[in-house]
């Protein structure tokens, strides 16, 4: 299995994914923001990388309505 490489922006930002979901919180940008000291402005270029990286994965509200903006969850590896 290849090793990723992360900056240091991103490796925080995904151990505060990883951290909110072990606490059973929804991982929102805000919530990750706050989680990692960024605001949500730094936060857009980390969750991308890390989206492209496999390492993330964004998901929309499935309801109508209720859009609270869309949350990143992290993969689980195999």
């Known amino acids: 299995m290849r090793q990723v490489q992360l900056s240091e ?4 930002v995904y151990e505060a994914v990883t951290a909110l979901e072990a606490r059973g919180q929804v991982p929102y940008p805000d919530m990750i923001a706050e989680e990692c000291g960024l605001t949500e402005e730094q936060l857009h270029a ?16 499935p309801m109508a309505g209720l859009d609270f903006g869309p949350r ?5 590896m195999a």
Request: aromatic share 4%; proline share 4%; glycine share 0%.
């Open 72 to 76: 990143f969850c992290a993969r689980q």
């Open 46 to 61: 980390p969750l991308h990388m890390l989206t492209e990286k496999n390492l993330l994965h964004r998901e929309d509200s």
């Open 9 to 12: 922006v991103e490796e925080r």
